[in-house]
């Protein structure tokens, strides 16, 4: 397109199109006023230059080519030919002017994008702010704009002015806080990257714009106060939206004409995010200074006025925050002061410079006196409150700096370019004080400092828990970090040159330069203290402001002690008396305590025995002084900040107590005079007595014996002295502290336990009323008492005072019982029975519950509903009873009734109780028997029962053990006993077996007797039997009717008939007992069975009719006959046999002997045999001789030239032999044989010839080559056919086939050989294929009858396996360098398969680095290899499959390493790449050193030039920081200078020719010293210690290197030098041997600190998956770990494979092969459902999808449409419009707005939900929510009907499925056969598979932690092991004789060095010397980082 709106051409496009490579330009038109508003867009083709872009602008615009004007940024830069390509980029806005200092007439906008900056993700961390240690951090917020404006300003040459503007007067808006600068200002392009988030300074390059653009450090100042603290790209942004909601950025460069604004808030990002537009875009406003008609909005009316201020600046920058939250409101007006204080603490010496605010010293101008931070609060209706920060005088850093008596300056300087600065403070005490500052934020006094509990002095330590160390980087504190302490100024544990609370009085500040990280919102260090701490950090003094090498510790402890010693006023302690343990405190606080008897204090003396008054107590102690309290173990006269004083209280006699105090409580103004007269004072008046009176009555008389409950009087009580006044407190009130009495009343209760206090009262005096007590009512216990008075102290309640007893008085008297009002029942006898008499026993009690007696006479009254009750008689006295209670009435059952028994007593007060009883039924009392008549008639042979009831004599029935019922039978022999247990119900039915009586022809009596046999009170019955005879059937008789005749067929007769007949006209006959015929009835025919037919015909029966007999038609078969009759009471049976006799012939059978197959081409094995029978089947003798001639054989086929005939005599038949047919199609072959009438046929079949050929089943056309992916299996099993020589399959089995191939192919399984099975089949199964690329053969051979069957040659073409990994691919900067101690550049690997593919979802913990020193035996990674993890993927790397090893370390020595990449293929084989040489080169040179270390030189001024040699052949070399020579090709020169210990010494020795310098050349990267010679009677001390600095001057190098330093010996003569020579020599000897000693210790302590990380690091390993163990329930015993773990694992694999074993629903759809990774599978394969309903439907749903395969591209499809020639079915996932894809996180349509809109029926579920996919998820859920949709699967018809009519309702119902297989479509539509599903077998195995059951997966997931728990407790008792044994061969004597040697020779060097006059342990050339090693701390260190760190410092 054109320009916006225009229509005209465009730059570099084609056809008005954006073409590749356009750049779209924005123009703003700014000649003339009158100029449009907008922008236009201009197109800048890809290859256009300047030229063409000015002549696409006059047309766009419509300007003259040769009109004036100029193109610029909005940054006034003009666009030329020279910077074109440059400067116009992409979606840029240029202005055009008429000259470039144009000022804009109207405002433009200029679009920006701020997207965050990638290290937002590398750096993340803590980039909010929060609250520590109480600590609001909103001033930290807004520091961070003030550390903005600092680094805006840092180049001004004047007033640096930055202004905090609270504007919180709603009349101008509503709240804002604005952060005005006057620094440099900002451009558009700046103003753009600082909306990028984490742009920080040294990543504003490239692309990026900046003030920062080429960041080079400051250089050092004093303090690090270099401004240089706006660092990260975070904090500005971070602060603005911590404080409000949006932030206006206005600036103005220096070298501007334009304002440029832009506006970022979040209404603004949500407006954008709700819109769907660029989030992180926007516009930047440029427009003229002071022009604010933008400004429209009334809640910004303020800004008016700011933006008019813009005229005056010449550059600014200003931050306009709105949008204040309002607790920020709130604390920024409420803690006006505080918030102001913590900031001026902040940047105290920004303010007030390098020395901070010192009072005395004077404010002249200087380099910080300039910075002016000033903070303006402007409130609706008030004066606007304004502070600068530099008026603050009680921030915390100007009280340190005030109360300082003097400071203790050092340096430290830490491993690379760290440098710390730090000042400690010394704050000494002042007689009774500390002088220490108190901190708001750590306060030291939590309770009030007069608390008499807490005078613990040794207790307030002047710092208290607060830590020594302010730190402050460049120069800004940084709040939430401080140090507590250095070793050197820690207090040490034995007492050194000042006491311990000295090192409480120090604070002190550090000041770090830029090279310690600060977390982004400069709250906290990194790494400060981590770094100080390490053992390679130095320490050194600074003195006058120059650095002292010393012992940093030693100076401490001395400067400390001077601090005390001139500026601590303390405290004398003399007369010391011993030390003392003092338990009244506690335990950690008890001692030890030094006594003492004086102390001098001011001057004054205070001694034991003095009387003294405290002040600040309360109340005020008065007291004489018993010894002084000190804490610790001190002994003699010593000084102390304080301590504690113990005072006996005056007067004695009145108190008699002491009291300990701190010593500072001590009234050093009181006389002693007015002590003495306040102790006579206090003895006036003590108490003496009581008065005790009863105002109201009820007086308690001594030893009265009352009734409980009677009242005791109120009493009224007062305490008089010995002159008889009243008195309420203790004499003392002049102290304020005198104690107020109090009258205690106790009633005591005497018992046989002992004295118990039941009422306990105080009373204190009422000022107006004397003391006084309540009326008493609640004595009520029984027993003797006493009622005692007592006066007692008003605070401890004691009864004596000064030793004497306070008054009291005692009244003793008695309680006892009360006459009875209330009655309960004692315990009763149970259970209650009808008739039982019981008794009821009465127990009495008084109103308050003690047990009384009755007295009196009393009729007690007892009523209960339904019962009728009576008792004889109520006794009285202790034990009173209703005795003989009887109770008669119904109680329904026999397990009782429950009845309420009322008992009333007439005139008690509780005159009635209720008892609750169960009335059980009574004894037996009589038999109920039924029927009720006397005579009873029954049958012979029937039993009678009887209902019998036991009943009580109220006719309840009645139950109880051994209730058992009779019935006897008299009259006739063997008659039944009938019995009946009614012991649990009372009633049952009496009955028992028949009675029956044998022979019996007419009626006979029998009698019945009734009787409980264990009850002979109750009565029997007796009922007489009248018993008829049976009239059942007795006997059965069977007859044949032969016309009138009937034959009686006698049981087991034998009856002939002709085959295949019917007998008929058969009946029977039944009879009684007695002979009588019995009609027989439809009951009796029911019981009458026959054996020859199921049914019978009941109407024949009732005749006596008989079925018909059908006789067999076989002559062979005789039918047995039976008729039975049964009931219950007999079982009668009559039978007979039917013998079969041969019919008519009527047949003729033939019959095959022999096998019925004849091979093609033979003879049939056997013969047939032909004979004639009856129509049944009967053989009948016709054949004879003459009958062959009239045989006739037929068959299709057959071959009759070898039939044979014969007649058997013997058999009656003939024979036929010699059958044969014609070769063709195998099968059944029917005979014909003919005779006479009749024929016959017989079929035999015809199989298949002898093997000759093979062929293949279920193959492929053989004429193309099969398509197999390499190391897959072939798509079907190889299966082959013998057949013969016409092709008929040759069914012979166990012949061996064989499969021939070429080498090069393999088949798994192996080759082996096979045999058929009996249909002449060999199954080879299916093959794995594993060949090279291309086109293959095999074939298939038999071997029978010893002779070769060859079979069809199979072609195979071979195509690579796109998922197996062949190489890695290593991809990196091959021109880069490698240098020692840097960082590799970044290495991607892709694993690579055989068809040149990227494998894809590997996981990247199988991808590993290894590295190892190159050596010349073989390239074989060593044991020791360094071993390297990929690094995470980043947003902007490739895609998927690409492996990043980034910021990897590069060895520190140089030469030759190795680099190789593996990948784990499984747990036994890994791939690697191919091994990569690099070669690691020097670093930046650091050093100058030596290549050899020279002895110790010990020389002399003498003549001889041999004692004047202080170096011979030193070769000089550069290395840099790892000790790698570099340098090679730098030139310059080496200057030699002697110097001494102390920098001011000026009398060194000089060089021969007297001079004080030497150059030597730097050529070829070293220097050669050949010799270097003192000159002759040279200057220095004798005995003296010098050193010669080599320092090299190199001027192509632009840093400095460090110099070399090589310590000598001066002496003045020549035996003294042979001295020191030796020395020397020895100390070089014995430093080297101590050397190698601490690195074989020190080795041995990382080799442990190593074992010991990676012992820890197992035990948690061991620990997590034993947890994850006990969440599965798999428990792990203590003992017998692993052989538990190995059976539990056996036992869950057997679980899983049995699992695995077990049939599950499969698709047997063929899967498509696989031959590139861009294809996924049919659809059928790609998902899986558990439910058998559910996948049903689904299945049938998607019936005409399921065959499809789905691919990743187009290009895959169209290969696959290709090579199938159209005939599958596709889907590429590129082409599905992802848009309409539904949501599977929605819910279903039946909730609205998250709610139910209505209760669904049916358990309605979308169908996707039920597939789970076991790979390639997002791709599956791409696919079947295309192919699903919103489908829903419910129960059934009647569930989705109902669910569709209310979604309808709301909203589009999608297609519904039922678990039934019914389908209703979106459209409504439902029912028919296309909307029905088929059975699960119909589908023909097109259905979705089942899952892995859940139980099998659950095992799998404890087999593989059980494996994991395995291997962690393997490696933990490995590790535990090695261990062990280093810590035993530590301990061991050869390890301790080392050690014992190391200590000896570190004593002898001590003393050589002594007597050399020598310094100990120089750091500075021992770290020259030796290289620093690697410390192993205690703390856990991982160990892989730990064995690289290691591994790179032995490279």
Not at 404 to 414: G, I, N, P, R
Not at 652 to 666: F, Q, S
Request: hydrophobic share 35%; aromatic share 8%.
């Amino acid at each position: 397109m054109a320009a916006a709106g225009d229509g005209g051409p465009s730059v570099g496009t084609g056809e008005g199109g954006r073409g590749d490579g356009c750049r779209k330009v924005y123009l703003f038109d700014r000649r003339e006023k009158e100029s449009e508003l907008g922008d236009r867009v201009v197109q800048v083709g890809e290859r256009s230059d300047y030229a063409a872009f000015r002549a696409s602008v006059c047309q766009t615009l419509g300007i003259s080519p040769e009109e004036k004007f100029v193109i610029t940024t909005t940054s006034r830069k003009e666009i030329t030919c020279d910077n074109f390509e440059e400067t116009v980029k992409d979606g840029v806005t240029l202005y055009l002017l008429q000259s470039v200092g144009q000022l804009l007439l109207t405002a433009t906008k200029e679009r920006i994008e701020f997207l965050p900056h990638y290290d937002t993700l590398v750096k993340s961390g803590m980039y909010e702010y929060y609250a520590s240690e109480g600590q609001n951090p909103l001033p930290f917020a807004l520091a961070e704009l003030i550390d903005n404006s600092l680094s805006a300003t840092s180049r001004n040459t004047g007033i640096r002015r930055i202004q905090i503007k609270l504007h919180f007067d709603e009349t101008q808006g509503k709240p804002a806080v604005a952060v005005i600068d006057n620094g440099r200002g900002m451009t558009s392009k700046q103003l753009n990257n600082w909306a990028v988030y984490r742009l920080s300074k040294f990543t504003r390059q490239g692309d990026f714009e900046s003030d920062h653009s080429g960041y080079v450090r400051p250089v050092p100042v004093p303090r690090s106060l270099n401004s240089d603290i706006s660092y990260f790209g975070v904090g500005g942004k971070q602060a603005v939206f911590f404080v409000g909601q949006s932030a206006r950025m206005i600036s103005k460069p220096a070298d501007s004409q334009d304002v440029h604004e832009l506006v970022l808030s979040k209404e603004d990002f949500e407006k954008k995010e709700k819109n769907k537009e660029s989030i992180y875009s926007g516009y930047i406003r440029n427009r003229k200074p002071s022009d604010s008609v933008h400004i429209t909005n009334d809640d910004e009316r303020f800004l008016h006025c700011l933006i008019s201020e813009e005229k005056e600046k010449d550059s600014f920058t200003a931050v306009v925050i709105t949008g204040v939250q309002s607790e920020h409101i709130q604390y920024l007006k409420n803690y006006f002061h505080l918030w102001t204080r913590q900031l001026a603490h902040i940047y105290h010496y920004y303010i007030h410079g390098p020395k901070g605010n010192e009072k005395h010293t004077s404010k002249e101008a200087g380099p910080f006196n300039n910075i002016d931070i000033e903070i303006s609060m402007l409130e609706k209706g008030k004066a606007p409150k304004i502070v600068n920060l530099r008026e603050i005088q009680d921030d915390m850093q100007t009280l340190y700096i005030n109360t300082a008596t003097d400071s203790f300056e050092f340096k430290a300087h830490v491993e690379g370019d760290g440098v710390v600065e730090g000042i400690i403070r010394y704050h000494p005490f002042l007689y009774d004080r500390e002088t220490y500052p108190d901190d708001p934020c750590f306060p030291s006094k939590l309770k009030d400092e007069d608390d008499d509990d807490d005078c613990f002095i040794l207790e307030k330590a002047a710092r208290g828990k607060r830590p020594i160390f302010e730190c402050f980087w460049n120069g800004r504190l940084i709040p939430y970090t401080s140090v507590e302490e250095f070793d050197w100024c820690t207090p040490p544990k034995k007492r050194g040159l000042a006491p311990i609370e000295c090192y409480n009085r120090i604070s002190g500040a550090l000041f770090t330069n830029d090279r310690f990280q600060v977390s982004t919102n400069k709250l906290t260090f990194m790494d400060l203290e981590l770094k100080l701490k390490d053992k390679n950090t130095l320490f050194t003094r600074i003195l006058n402001g120059q650095e002292q090498r010393m012992k940093i510790d030693r100076e401490f402890a001395l400067w400390l002690k001077d601090c005390h010693e001139k500026y601590d006023k303390q405290i004398k302690f003399t007369l010391f008396k011993g030390i003392i343990t003092r338990s009244d405190l506690p335990s950690k606080k008890q001692g030890p305590w030094a006594t003492y008897s004086a102390i001098e204090w001011d001057g004054k003396i205070y001694k034991a025995g003095q009387l003294v008054k405290t002040v600040k107590t309360l109340p005020l102690y008065y007291g004489s002084i018993e010894k002084f309290f000190l804490y610790g173990d001190h002994d003699g006269e010593v000084y102390a900040t304080g301590g504690e004083v113990q005072i006996a209280m005056e007067p004695r006699a009145l108190y008699d107590e002491t009291r300990i105090v701190p010593i500072a409580k001590l009234d050093r103004t009181v006389a002693e005079k007015a002590v003495k007269k306040y102790v006579e004072d206090e003895m006036a008046r003590l108490p003496d007595r009581l008065s005790v009176t009863w105002p109201e009555g009820d007086e308690l008389l001594p030893n009265e014996i009352r009734p409980a409950g009677t009242p005791i009087g109120a009493l009224r009580i007062e305490i008089l002295n010995k002159k008889g006044e009243a008195m309420q407190k203790l004499p003392g009130t002049s102290h304020g502290g005198s104690k107020k009495l109090l009258v205690e009343l106790k009633v005591i209760l005497h018992s046989s336990s002992g004295n118990k206090e039941i009422i306990s009262h105080i009373s204190q005096h009422g000022g107006k009323w004397p003391y006084w007590f309540k009326k008493m009512e609640n004595i009520q216990k029984l027993g003797n008492y006493t009622l005692k008075l007592q006066v007692v102290l008003n605070e401890s309640n004691a009864d004596t005072y000064a030793g004497r007893p306070l008054p009291s008085k005692a009244i003793k008297f008695s309680v006892k019982e009360g006459k009875p009002e209330k009655f309960s029942f004692g315990l009763l006898d149970l259970p209650f029975r009808v008739g039982v008499p019981f008794n009821i026993p009465l127990e009495f009690q008084d109103e308050f519950g003690h047990t009384s007696q009755l007295i009196n006479d009393i009729q007690p009254v007892l009523e209960a509903s339904g019962l009728s009750l009576q008792y004889e008689e109520i006794t009285k006295g202790p034990n009173c009873v209703i005795r003989g209670v009887t109770a008669k009435g119904p109680v329904n059952s026999c397990q009782g009734k429950n009845f309420n028994l009322k008992v009333i007593l007439p005139g008690f007060k509780q005159d009635s109780q209720i008892l609750k009883i169960r009335l059980l039924p009574g004894p037996p009392y009589r038999l109920k028997v039924k029927p009720d008549s006397e005579i009873l008639v029954i049958e012979n042979g029937t039993a009678f029962p009887f209902q019998v009831e036991v009943l009580d004599e109220s006719d309840n029935i009645t139950a109880q053990p051994k209730l058992i019922v009779h019935c006897k039978f008299l009259g006739a022999p063997n008659l039944p006993l009938y019995t009946v247990d009614c012991s649990s119900s009372g009633t049952s039915i009496l009955s028992g077996s028949a009675i029956q009586v044998q022979n019996i022809k007419k009626d006979q009596t029998l009698k019945a007797k009734i009787e409980i046999p264990s009850c002979k009170d109750v009565a029997p019955v007796e009922k007489t039997i009248k018993l008829l005879p049976s009239s059942h059937v007795a006997r059965l008789q069977i007859f044949s009717v032969e016309g009138q005749k009937a034959i009686q067929i006698k049981h087991q007769d034998e009856v002939n008939w002709i085959a295949g007949d019917v007998m008929h006209n058969l009946i029977f006959q039944m009879y009684d007992e007695g002979e009588r015929e019995i009609h027989v009835t439809s009951a009796l025919a029911e019981k009458i069975k026959v054996n020859w037919t199921p049914e019978i015909n009941k109407e024949h029966l009732l005749q006596g009719l008989l079925p018909d007999v059908q006789v067999p038609t076989s002559v062979k078969d005789m039918r047995y006959c039976q008729v039975s009759f049964q009931d219950d009471h007999v079982s009668l049976e009559s039978a007979f046999t039917v013998r079969p006799l041969p019919d008519e012939p009527k047949h003729l059978k033939c019959e095959l002997k022999g096998g019925k197959t004849v091979q093609m081409g033979q003879e049939l094995q056997g013969e047939i045999v032909i004979i004639v029978t009856d129509q049944y089947g009967n053989q009948i003798q016709a054949f004879s001789p003459s009958s062959l001639s009239a045989l006739g054989i037929a068959g299709i086929g057959l071959d009759s030239s070898q039939l044979k005939t014969t007649f058997q005599e013997n058999t009656q038949s003939i024979s036929v032999r010699g059958i044969k047919f014609i070769p063709g199609p195998p099968g059944n072959k029917d005979l014909c044989f003919t005779w006479r009438e009749f024929s016959d046929f017989i079929r035999v079949q015809l199989i298949s010839g002898p093997p000759a050929k093979l062929l293949l089943i279920d193959w492929p056309e053989l004429k193309e080559s099969i398509p197999v992916i390499n190391g897959r299996e072939l798509q079907n099993p190889l299966i082959v056919q013998l057949c013969d020589q016409w092709d008929n399959p040759a069914p012979v089995p166990q012949v061996k086939i064989n499969v021939i191939k070429a080498n090069n192919l393999k088949l798994t399984p192996s080759n082996q050989q096979h045999k058929t099975d009996e249909r002449g089949r060999a199954n080879l199964g299916v093959f794995s294929v594993y060949a090279p690329r291309g086109e293959h053969t095999m074939q298939v051979k038999a071997i029978y009858n010893k002779n070769t069957i060859e079979g069809p040659i199979i072609k195979l073409m071979i195509l690579p396996d796109p998922e197996k990994p062949i190489r890695l691919n290593v991809k990196y900067d091959k021109d880069t360098s490698f240098l020692a101690g840097g960082t590799f550049t970044d290495f991607m690997i892709t694993v690579i398969s055989e068809d040149d593919c990227i494998i894809k979802n590997i996981n990247p913990a199988r991808i590993s680095m290894k590295m190892w020193k190159h050596s010349n035996n073989g390239n074989r990674p060593p044991a020791n290899a360094e071993v390297f993890s990929c690094n995470k993927i980043k947003d902007n790397d490739k895609e998927d499959g690409c492996f990043y090893f980034r910021d990897k370390a590069v060895p520190n020595k140089v030469g030759l390493y190795c680099i190789q990449f593996g990948f784990m293929m499984d747990k036994a084989h890994i791939l690697n790449s191919e091994q990569i040489i690099v070669d690691v080169q020097p670093n930046q040179p650091v050093k100058l050193v030596p290549k050899i270390q020279p002895a110790t030189p010990a020389v002399s001024n003498v003549h001889s030039v041999a004692n004047r040699t202080l170096v011979k052949d030193l070769h000089l070399i550069i290395t840099d920081d790892f000790n790698n020579q570099t340098g090679i090709d730098l030139v310059g020169t080496v200057i030699a200078t002697i110097k001494g210990s102390n920098e001011e010494d000026t009398d060194t020795p000089l060089f021969i020719g007297k001079v004080r310098t030497l150059e030597f050349p730097f050529v070829n990267g070293s220097a050669e010293i050949t010799s270097l010679v003192l000159a002759e009677n040279s200057p220095g001390k004798d005995s003296t210690e010098y050193f010669i600095i080599f320092e090299p001057q190199l001027p192509a190098l632009s840093r400095t290197l460090e110099s070399y330093i090589l310590p000598f010996m001066f002496s003045d003569d020549v035996k003294k030098q042979q001295q020191m020579l030796a020395f020397a020599k020895q100390k070089d000897e014995l430093s080297q041997s101590i050397e190698m000693y601490r690195s074989v210790f020190e080795t041995s302590k990382q080799l442990i600190d190593e074992m010991k990380c990676q012992v820890e690091v197992a035990k948690l390993k061991e620990a997590q998956l034993r947890n994850e163990l006990i969440t599965n329930s798999i428990d792990i015993p203590t003992t017998q770990q692993v052989p538990h773990i190995e059976a539990l694992l056996k036992k869950k694999l057997l679980e899983q494979e049995e699992l695995k074993k077990r049939p599950r629903r499969s698709c047997t759809l063929p899967n498509y092969t696989k031959s590139c990774g861009n294809v996924l599978g049919k659809i059928a394969h790609l998902a899986q459902i558990e439910d058998d309903r559910a996948a049903m439907v689904i299945s049938w749903h998607l019936a005409s999808d399921m065959d499809c395969v789905v691919t990743l591209t187009t290009d895959a499809a169209r290969r696959i449409y290709d090579e199938t020639q159209g005939r599958q079915q596709v889907l590429p996932l590129d082409s599905i419009y992802k848009k309409n894809l539904p949501d599977w996180k929605r819910p279903l349509p039946h909730y609205r707005n998250g709610r139910l809109y209505f209760k669904p029926i049916g358990d309605p579920v979308f169908a996707r939900e039920l597939l789970t996919f076991p790979d390639n998820v997002e791709h599956c859920e791409t696919v079947f929510g295309m192919l699903l949709g919103d489908t829903i699967i419910l129960d059934n018809l009647d569930a989705a009907n109902h669910y569709r009519k209310e979604v309808v309702k709301i909203t589009h119902c999608p297609t519904l499925l039922t678990r039934d297989g019914d389908r209703i479509r979106s459209n409504g539509k439902f029912g028919g056969l296309q909307n029905k599903a088929p059975p699960m077998d119909k589908l023909r195995g097109m259905v979705f598979g089942a899952p892995v059951p859940r139980q099998c997966l659950v095992l799998g997931e404890q087999i593989d932690l059980l494996q994991q728990y395995r291997n962690a407790l393997d490696k933990l008792n490995s590790l535990t092991k090695d261990l062990n044994n280093e810590l035993e061969y530590l301990q061991s004597p050869e390890m301790k004789k080392k050690k014992q040697e190391l200590d000896e020779r570190e004593k002898t060097l001590k003393l050589v060095e002594q007597q050399l006059g020598m310094t100990p342990t120089r750091k500075c050339n021992d770290s020259l010397c030796h290289p620093t090693k690697v410390e192993m701390t205690d703390c856990p260190i991982p160990p892989k980082r730990m064995r690289r760190e290691v591994t790179r410092q032995n490279r």
